[in-house]
């Protein structure tokens, strides 16, 4: 059996996909932001 080593995992892959999710819910969040207030403006 091997030697374990800390800190020897390659995270790269997780890290791309975190980044892309954060990105995702980001954008998401501001467009229902921007809609909210639109709605609030034009709905007179």
């Known amino acids: 059996m091997s030697?374990?080593?800390h800190g020897?995992?390659?995270y790269s892959e997780q890290q791309?996909?975190?980044d892309g999710?954060?990105?995702?819910?980001?954008?998401?969040?501001i467009t229902i932001i921007v809609l909210?207030?639109?709605m609030?403006?034009?709905a007179t």
Do not use: C, G, R
């Open 21 to 29: 999710f954060m990105s995702f819910v980001s954008k998401t969040t």
């Open 36 to 38: 909210l207030v639109l």
């Open 40 to 42: 609030a403006i034009f």
């Open 3 to 5: 030697e374990h080593e």
């Open 8 to 10: 020897s995992m390659d």
């Open 16 to 18: 791309k996909m975190f």
